[in-house]
């Protein structure tokens, strides 16, 4: 593997810790803690308890992770309401 291969695993979050950080259970039912991805906080995605997400692990620490993707929740969420910018 090269130094910029990383592991791709779905899985939901099953709480939300402090300092964005959030413990993520697998599919295999491994537990991670993950933090979120740049590109994430940059264009201010909300994530909770209970969402299904991508987390991005390099092979040398599988117990620590990144939020790289959060799947859309059925039936697209609540409107906004009252916002401007």
Do not use: C, W
Not at 3 to 21: A, H, Q, W
Not at 58 to 77: A, C, H, Q, S
């Amino acid at each position: 593997m090269a130094k910029e291969d990383s592991l791709t695993f779905e899985g939901f979050i099953e709480e939300v810790l402090p300092d964005g950080r959030f413990r993520v259970v697998l599919d295999n039912q491994h537990k991670v803690i993950a933090y979120t991805a740049g590109k994430m906080r940059r264009f201010r995605i909300r994530t909770v308890s209970g969402d299904r997400v991508h987390v991005e692990m390099t092979p040398y620490d599988l117990d620590k992770g990144r939020l790289v993707y959060r799947e859309p929740t059925p039936g697209g969420g609540a409107p906004r309401r009252n916002y401007r910018r």
